[in-house]
């Protein structure tokens, strides 16, 4: 039970980052470079940055 928690928890974590770094890609460098490879980047950088902060985030609720 606790497993899947985890699982899921990192996986819908990831995912929101991802997105969140898409809309904000888009929303700063879209007009500078375009919004496709805007959301490209943001994607790339929220994934980078949030799959840290999600595994750091479980292991310490984890942890508790």
Not at 3 to 30: E, Q, T, W
């Amino acid at each position: 039970m606790v497993i899947a928690f985890l699982i899921v928890s990192l996986v819908s974590g990831i995912a929101a980052a991802m997105v969140a770094g898409a809309l904000s890609g888009v929303r700063i460098g879209g007009e500078a470079i375009g919004n496709e490879l805007a959301a490209y980047m943001g994607s790339l950088y929220g994934f980078l940055s949030g799959s840290v902060g999600v595994l750091l985030g479980l292991i310490i609720l984890l942890l508790l």
